[in-house]
């Protein structure tokens, strides 16, 4: 199975929509058929090359039967949680799913959010309320994530997933905004304060360029 590489733009709308499609119970049969003959019964402990190559299996088999929510959503998050262990064929997957199951319900949370978020056309007031956005969105993500050193890549993704559901364009600018207001947090969650600035700073940016972009001004 080949694993699949995707951007991270323009991707919400292919993972709300593929949100039901996660079943684990066919998960769980495909898994087991791909672990039994990996992992004897008694299998206690897996050196590092092995955990290793059971793991990109794993991913590519769920790349390519867990929907669109998995490849564009959660591939690649979660690295230490979902892996083979030495837990056996059963322990493995239900561990699996485990982690699977705490990432399709952060995405059905930040879905359901996002669509009870409507930006007024009013300039000024359209950044103050996709500012409480962003904050949201980062509190839920730290939420999560438990808002250690794994926060940062879910914040961007998710702040990025934010934009493109309320129809705003991830244009340079806008990315380098979300780059820098995050790039102080990759070891942890930002404090209420620095979560405040930080989603100024992205939401004036998308505001702006939003701006630019119907003025005509690059």
């Not at 292919?14 to 990996?38: G, T, V």
């Not at 959503?73 to 230490?80: E, L, R, T, V």
């Not at 952060?106 to 056309?121: I, Q």
């Amino acid at each position: 199975m080949r694993r699949k590489h995707h951007g991270d733009e323009d991707t919400w709308a292919l993972i709300r929509e593929s949100l039901d499609d996660f079943r684990p119970a066919y998960l769980a049969a495909r898994l087991r058929q791909y672990l039994a003959p990996h992992l004897p019964t008694g299998t206690r402990h897996l050196d590092e090359t092995t955990r290793r190559s059971l793991h990109e299996g794993v991913d590519a088999l769920l790349s390519e039967h867990a929907g669109a929510w998995y490849t564009h959503g959660y591939h690649g998050f979660f690295p230490s949680q979902g892996g083979p262990s030495g837990l056996g064929v059963e322990g493995n997957i239900e561990r699996i799913l485990s982690t699977l199951g705490a990432a399709h319900e952060w995405l059905c949370t930040l879905d359901t959010y996002f669509r009870s978020v409507a930006l007024p056309p009013d300039e000024e007031d359209r950044a103050a309320v996709l500012s409480d956005a962003v904050r949201r969105v980062l509190e839920l993500t730290a939420e999560a994530t438990g808002g250690g050193e794994a926060w940062h890549p879910y914040a961007h993704r998710a702040l990025g997933w934010l934009l493109e559901s309320q129809g705003l364009r991830r244009t340079e600018r806008v990315e380098r905004a979300l780059h820098e207001s995050l790039a102080g947090f990759t070891r942890a969650a930002p404090s209420p304060e620095e979560a405040r600035r930080a989603a100024d700073t992205i939401a004036l940016a998308a505001v702006k360029e939003g701006r630019s972009r119907r003025e005509g001004v690059s």
